[in-house]
């Protein structure tokens, strides 16, 4: 595994947001693999799901941090989610949240919020650039 680098998508299990969401952490990071973790509706999951379902979230991104020491996190909302079935507003207000809490979860990592759109192409909302220290 060395000299690979791992990225980390938390996306949700929609079929249709796999490739997209696969594609642009490929491209956008310079990434070897990514990790996906999936959860139905991962914004809202992430924003308004139990305790017990953020800490699952959270575990299997620990995995991936520390096992793979994955470089970059991605967390996509998407159009005509079943689980989330919201407006792109209410979408993009929710994954600029998810990124302010996994970036204090793993403050070394730049975070990115991704919404996948009605012609399913990948959207930045916002990023979580990580203070460089030397
Ligand atoms: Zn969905």
Known sequence: MIGKKFATAINCIDGRVQFPVLEWLLNDTHADYIDMITEPGPDHALINGSPETVEAIKRKLQISVESHQSGFIAIAGHYDCAANNISKDAHCQ?????????????SAVPVVGLYVNDEWKVEVVCSKVVDHVA
Do not use: R
């Open 94 to 106: 929710q994954i600029k949240q998810c990124v302010e809490l996994v970036s204090d979860w793993f």
